[in-house]
């Protein structure tokens, strides 16, 4: 016989938060609710919709009302409705919260979607303005302004960058910027990473006097290919230590031995410049090793299981098709490797491989590197196969030329 009451409290703010980070829903928060999502806050009589609300969300409300926030971290709200029963139909009872499985319950369905933008015209942004009522909590609540964001220092960098420009390019966009008077008082000179390309690298190879130190390099593989001539992209020959065959789906996860190359030579499997640097002077980039580890764990997990999920919720700053795409930093991938919740939201493979990542991490792209390594590694890569990731450069690295690997490799990372 099925429940005919809901055991489990309603007020709850997306997700649980505990009883000393709930507030009340006052005035403020219901005028300031209407006024960003464009829907009032609704049900407040009915004994199954959430009367509560996060601290949290209260200061992102507020901050935003005050032009101090851009936006919040989710574009639509929350939507609860009346449950048929307590059975299958309740998505408390259905999730089973109870004591301290309200810490690590995996919702069966996504909580919020990125922020797209909230006013569509002049007309919208207009309409989102409330009116000045009296109010204890507070008084000093305004709507959203009509005056144009200003771009500071670090976020015009950060534009050129994302919109990888060269330096000409960029001084025209800022022109244009001050001429609008859209950039902040503050901002001077734009601040460039310049554009690399192999004229580039050469230049700084003979600045530095490279030849007389000769220093091991640990770079990116962006980089790599410009040190040693090699075509960008994704090309048929990417290794420079042998002939892999990146298109040979068929035979990664089989062929462990492909023909080594002798040299660099221009024209031979992708190769259009003369190397500026000897390839045993490269040492293959832990950090980036591990970047390429995550996305590929991430590609090949399943986007309506748990695991994905716990993901999208974990870190709701990040864009759906970066966190799709598996594009994290070290400092995410950290905190998601700390986190024991995690592992709980993974079935038997997807707990194998991401055990597998972590010792690999631990054990051999960190400052220690464990003499049972080659066990370790060889336990990721079959782990990973099974899982159904995709053979990439850096998973080929780690199996087929460990070797290259020095002992102190955490020492090398940029990390």
């Known amino acids: 016989?099925?429940?005919?009451?809901?055991?489990?409290?309603?007020?709850?703010?997306?997700?649980?938060?505990?009883?000393?980070?709930?507030?009340?829903?006052?005035?403020?928060?219901?005028?300031?609710?209407?006024?960003?999502?464009?829907?009032?806050?609704?049900?407040?009589?009915?004994?199954?919709?959430?009367?509560?609300?996060?601290?949290?969300?209260?200061?992102?409300?507020?901050?935003?009302?005050?032009?101090?926030?851009?936006?919040?971290?989710?574009?639509?709200?929350?939507?609860?409705?009346?449950?048929?029963?307590?059975?299958?139909?309740?998505?408390?009872?259905?999730?089973?919260l109870f004591d301290q499985s309200l810490i690590v319950v995996i919702y069966l369905v996504p909580i919020f979607i990125e922020f797209l933008g909230l006013y569509d015209d002049e007309d919208g942004a207009n309409s989102g303005e409330v009116n000045d009522h009296d109010c204890e909590y507070d008084v000093d609540f305004q709507g959203p302004s009509s005056e144009p964001s200003l771009f500071h220092q670090a976020e015009l960098n950060d534009l050129i960058r994302d919109l990888d420009l060269w330096k000409e390019s960029s001084e025209l966009l800022a022109s244009r910027l001050k001429e609008k008077i859209l950039l902040h008082q503050g901002t001077k000179d734009i601040q460039l990473n310049l554009k690399m390309s192999t004229i580039n690298v050469k230049e700084i190879i003979e600045i530095i006097n490279y030849s007389a130190h000769d220093w091991v390099i640990c770079v990116d593989l962006k980089m790599v290919n410009f040190l040693l001539g090699q075509q960008a992209g994704f090309t048929k020959y990417p290794c420079f230590l042998c002939y892999w065959d990146s298109r040979d789906r068929n035979r990664h996860w089989i062929r462990e031995k492909w023909h080594p190359r002798e040299c660099l030579k221009v024209e031979d499997k992708n190769v259009i410049?003369?190397?500026?640097?000897?390839?045993?002077?490269?040492?293959?980039?832990?950090?980036?090793?591990?970047?390429?580890?995550?996305?590929?764990?991430?590609?090949?997990?399943?986007k309506d299981r748990y695991c994905f999920k716990y993901i999208r919720n974990y870190f709701p700053g990040i864009s759906e098709e970066k966190k799709k795409a598996g594009i994290f930093e070290g400092p995410q991938i950290r905190k998601l490797l700390r986190?024991?919740?995690?592992?709980?939201?993974?079935?038997?493979?997807?707990?194998?491989?991401?055990?597998?990542?972590?010792?690999?991490?631990?054990?051999?792209?960190?400052?220690?590197?464990?003499?049972?390594?080659?066990?370790?590694?060889?336990?990721?890569?079959?782990?990973y196969h099974a899982l159904g990731c995709n053979m990439s450069i850096k998973i080929h690295y780690l199996r087929d030329l460990l070797d290259r690997f020095p002992d102190n490799l955490g020492d090398m990372s940029e990390e």
């Not at 690999?360 to 220690?368: C, E, M, P, Q, S």
Request: glycine fraction near 4%; hydrophobic fraction near 35%.
């Open 339 to 383: 986190d024991n919740c995690f592992k709980d939201s993974m079935n038997e493979e997807e707990k194998r491989a991401w055990q597998a990542f972590s010792n690999v991490v631990y054990n051999f792209l960190g400052i220690k590197k464990a003499s049972n390594y080659k066990e370790l590694v060889t336990e990721l890569v079959d782990s």
């Open 1 to 96: 016989m099925s429940k005919r009451k809901c055991f489990n409290s309603p007020d709850i703010c997306g997700f649980y938060t505990p009883k000393p980070q709930m507030q009340n829903i006052t005035e403020f928060v219901n005028r300031a609710y209407h006024a960003y999502f464009k829907v009032k806050l609704g049900d407040q009589d009915k004994s199954w919709a959430p009367h509560k609300v996060c601290k949290s969300c209260i200061e992102l409300l507020r901050y935003w009302s005050k032009g101090k926030e851009k936006h919040l971290p989710f574009g639509i709200p929350m939507i609860w409705r009346e449950s048929k029963n307590h059975f299958d139909d309740c998505y408390f009872c259905m999730n089973l």
């Open 273 to 302: 410049n003369n190397p500026l640097v000897h390839t045993h002077k490269i040492i293959l980039p832990p950090l980036h090793i591990k970047l390429g580890l995550m996305k590929q764990f991430i590609e090949a997990l399943d």
